[in-house]
């Protein structure tokens, strides 16, 4: 079996016979949680993919928003990624520095803005190290270039939808976080959120979806039978959710990949969940 959407990812061999594509661009989308003790920017400014600009998932957002890196207007989206010299005609390749978790992110935000020529780099940054492949710590100097945005409301679900999916028990919900996070056994990173899930959801932590010596996605048989094994059905619609809506778009990746067309990313996710006095919380497995 082979993935419905191969496009979606590039090897890092691709990528360095493209770096100097008049068409290619490629962007850092890394960001790491607090207790992975990591400084992306700073990681960024040190060493990054040559060419490679770097797009800040906390800055391109709805800054105004109380809740982490939630998605921005249309206009903040063009007007920023526009200057990172990142428009239409290109083909946009994300990368982050823990291999495939924060580069997902990116994509899906492409994707829903109406930018469909952007892959995840197979691997990240770390198989590109690994592979001893060039770096550069000067940032690059891009030009601007014009973004035409173009929402695509089917990929994205806010609480209202959320409250009535679970209402109605209409629609599967895949969590990518740990399980012990998902069951309630772990504290939320993020404090005085209560830990647990939505209730119905189902468990699928995002590591599950890629080899765990490479670092890249599974392929297509390996990633159908973990989605299966976590009691997704495919033939269904799903919405994808997480802590904070970055690791849920290894999900809609993975889903994308096998050629799912009805996946949607709670961009709040727990971090809004479980902020409403009202909303109901499920532990356990």
């Keep these: 079996m082979t993935y419905a959407n191969p496009s979606a990812l590039v090897s890092t061999g691709w990528l360095a016979d493209h770096l ?3 068409d290619v661009r490629t962007v850092d989308a890394s960001w790491y949680l607090p207790a992975m003790n990591r400084d992306a920017k700073a990681e960024y400014a040190n060493a990054h993919i040559p060419g490679a600009v770097y797009f800040d998932i906390d800055e391109i957002a709805d800054t105004e928003s109380p809740y982490p890196h939630t998605l ?3 206009e903040k989206f063009s007007s920023r990624v526009r200057k990172l010299g990142l428009g239409d005609g290109n083909r946009i390749v994300v990368y982050d520095g823990a291999g495939i978790f924060s580069a997902p992110r990116v994509w899906w935000m492409f994707r829903r803005f109406g930018h469909g020529d952007v892959a995840v780099l197979d691997g990240g940054f770390p198989k590109w190290l690994k592979e001893g492949r060039p770096t550069e710590a000067l940032p ?3 030009q601007k270039r014009h973004f035409t945005p173009r929402v695509d409301h089917t990929m994205a679900r806010d609480l209202l939808r959320m ?3 679970v ?4 629609r599967q919900i895949a969590d990518a976080r740990s399980f012990d996070r998902f ?4 504290k939320e990173p993020r404090p005085g959120l209560p830990s647990g899930h939505i209730p119905g959801s189902l468990s699928l932590p995002f590591q599950k979806l ?4 490479s670092g890249t996605m599974l392929p ?5 039978a973990a989605f299966q094994d976590a009691g997704i059905d495919l033939a269904q619609p799903v919405v994808a959710t997480c802590g904070s809506g970055v690791s849920a778009c290894t999900l809609a990746l993975g889903l994308h990949l096998l050629g799912h067309r009805d996946v949607a990313v709670y961009d709040g996710s727990w971090s809004e969940w479980a902020a409403q006095p009202d909303a109901p919380i499920a532990t356990g497995p």
């Design 183 to 186: 069951t309630g056994e772990a």
């Design 167 to 170: 209402a109605e028990d209409r």
């Design 163 to 165: 409250r009535k999916i």
């Design 72 to 74: 921005p207007s249309p």
């Design 20 to 22: 100097d594509a008049p």
């Design 210 to 213: 890629q080899d765990t010596d």
């Design 220 to 224: 297509a048989d390996a990633l159908r």
């Design 140 to 142: 690059p100097m891009p």
